[in-house]
């Protein structure tokens, strides 16, 4: 599949055949993901790949999406990691600042980059993926269970496994509601969410599952209407970060 083609069929994946992916593809995908470009090249990022059943179901249920880690071929919990990065200051008898708000930055810019190599290499093997941001809704549970150490903390878990069946991609916003050349351009978004809104309403009511009537204005209306995961903040303090 060429390139191109690969990254527009994107689509989530949440079952699968049950079919386990083995250790020597596993591996590949983690060296291939490292092959994403890394802030300074601190490469600041760790994988759990989650392989106890017992410790997969407590995931599952841990970030609310036990149904998918039952079928996955393999389940992951990738995680800002500083620890190896004291690791390698205190080589040289250097401790080095953890805590920072550009730190958080980059290791969520690290992690995310690293990620989506992972993914596309993934879906170019002819597996489905399932990104679980729902790994932040207990992040002091789900650290416990793994042993996450101080200034390492999870971003995010990932299912990943041969697809019962294919979704069909959402559309996504129109280029020019993302697009700003030169300056940026709010006066635009009235006509374009619009035109957006429509968009999605028709994919939603023909899609061949779930099916319902919605558009993407008021999801987002619904989903920002207050502050979601509040607990974040108090909880990456206590891995060391303050956002000094």
């Given at each position: 599949m060429e390139t191109r083609e690969l990254l527009r069929s994107h689509s989530s994946v949440r079952k699968y055949t049950g079919e386990v992916i083995s250790k020597d593809t596993v591996i590949d995908l983690i060296e291939t993901a490292q092959m994403a470009a890394s802030s300074h090249f601190v490469q600041a990022y760790s994988v759990i790949w989650v392989t106890d059943d017992e410790k997969k179901a407590k995931l599952g249920e841990?970030?609310?999406?036990?149904?998918?880690?039952?079928?996955?071929?393999?389940?992951?919990?990738?995680?800002?990691?500083?620890?190896?990065?004291?690791?390698a200051g205190q080589k040289h008898d250097v401790n080095i600042v953890t805590d920072s708000a550009e730190n958080v930055l980059v290791g969520v810019a690290d992690v995310s980059l690293f990620a989506q190599n992972f993914v596309v290499?993934?879906?170019?093997?002819?597996?489905?993926?399932c990104?679980?941001?729902?790994?932040?809704?207990?992040?002091k549970e789900i650290s416990d269970l793994f042993n996450l150490p101080e200034n390492v903390f999870p971003l995010f878990a990932m299912t990943i496994g041969t697809?019962?069946?294919?979704?069909?991609?959402?559309?996504?916003l129109?280029?020019?509601?993302?697009?700003?050349?030169?300056?940026?351009?709010?006066?635009k978004y009235d006509a374009l969410l619009d035109e957006y809104d429509a968009t999605m309403e028709s994919y939603y009511a023909s899609r061949s599952s779930n099916q319902k009537m919605a558009t993407w204005t008021k999801q987002m209306a619904d989903f920002l209407i207050e502050q979601k995961r509040p607990h974040m903040k108090d909880f990456l303090a206590s891995k060391g970060f303050n956002w000094k």
């Open positions: 841990l970030s609310k999406n036990e149904f998918q880690f039952q079928t996955a071929g393999a389940s992951f919990l990738f995680c800002v990691d500083f620890k190896r990065l004291q690791a290499a993934a879906e170019a093997m002819g597996y489905g993926i990104y679980i941001g729902g790994a932040r809704t207990n992040p697809p019962t069946k294919r979704n069909e991609t959402k559309p996504r129109p280029v020019d509601a993302v697009l700003h050349e030169n300056s940026y351009n709010v006066e």
